[in-house]
C-alpha cells in the first residue's frame, strides 16, 4: 500500500514541478519587447490552432536587416485555414548612428506556395519562405530595388 502512494506523490510532485518550469504559454499578450527601436507588443497563437502546413511562419523572427542601416522583425500572430496571416512588421535604425525612422505595421499577409506575402502603404513588396532554421526574406521597393535578408526564430 505504501508503494502505491508514494508512487503516486512522485508523480503529483514531478508534474508540479514541470508546470512550474514551463515557459509562458503562447496565446497570451507578450510582455514588451523592442524590435529594431519599436515597442511591440503580440500575441502567438497556439500551433495546435494553426494549421499543419504553416506552423514553420508561426512566431516571432528578428534580427535581420535588409542593409547596413536597416533593421527589421517580422511577428506571425496568427495563420487561418485559408493561409491568411495576422502579422506585425517592424522596422528601425540598425546601430545609433544610422539615420532611419522606424516604425511597425499591423496588418495580414497571405500564404500561398510555401511563401508569406504582404505590402506595405507605398507598395514595397515582402515574400518570407522558411530556411533550415529562419525565415528568408526578400523586399522589393516599387522602384525595384530588392534585397534579402534572414530572419531569426526570437523566444
Not at 512550474?20 to 514588451?32: H, K, L, N
Not at 506571425?76 to 539615420?99: C, F, H, M, Q, W
Not at 532611419?100 to 519562405?129: C, K, P, W
Not at 525595384?144 to 526564430?153: L, T
Request: glycine share 10%; hydrophobic share 40%.
Amino acid at each position: 500500500m505504501m508503494r502505491p502512494a508514494l508512487a503516486l506523490t512522485c508523480l503529483m510532485l514531478s508534474a508540479a514541478m514541470a508546470s512550474a518550469q514551463a515557459p509562458p504559454t503562447t496565446g497570451e499578450p507578450q510582455p514588451g519587447r523592442v524590435f529594431c527601436d519599436q515597442r511591440v507588443t503580440y500575441r502567438i497563437a497556439e500551433p495546435a490552432t494553426v494549421p499543419e502546413p504553416y506552423r514553420g511562419f508561426l512566431g516571432a523572427w528578428s534580427d535581420a536587416a535588409w542593409d547596413a542601416n536597416t533593421c527589421a522583425a517580422l511577428i506571425v500572430e496568427n495563420i487561418d485555414p485559408d493561409g491568411t496571416a495576422a502579422i506585425i512588421y517592424a522596422y528601425g535604425p540598425l546601430g545609433s548612428s544610422a539615420r532611419v525612422t522606424g516604425g511597425t505595421l499591423h496588418g495580414t499577409g497571405i500564404i500561398r506556395d510555401g511563401e508569406l506575402r504582404f505590402q506595405n502603404s507605398d507598395s514595397t513588396q515582402f515574400a518570407f519562405r522558411p530556411g533550415i532554421a529562419d525565415l528568408i526574406g526578400r523586399m522589393t521597393t516599387p522602384s525595384g530595388q530588392s534585397y534579402q535578408a534572414a530572419f531569426k526564430k526570437t523566444l
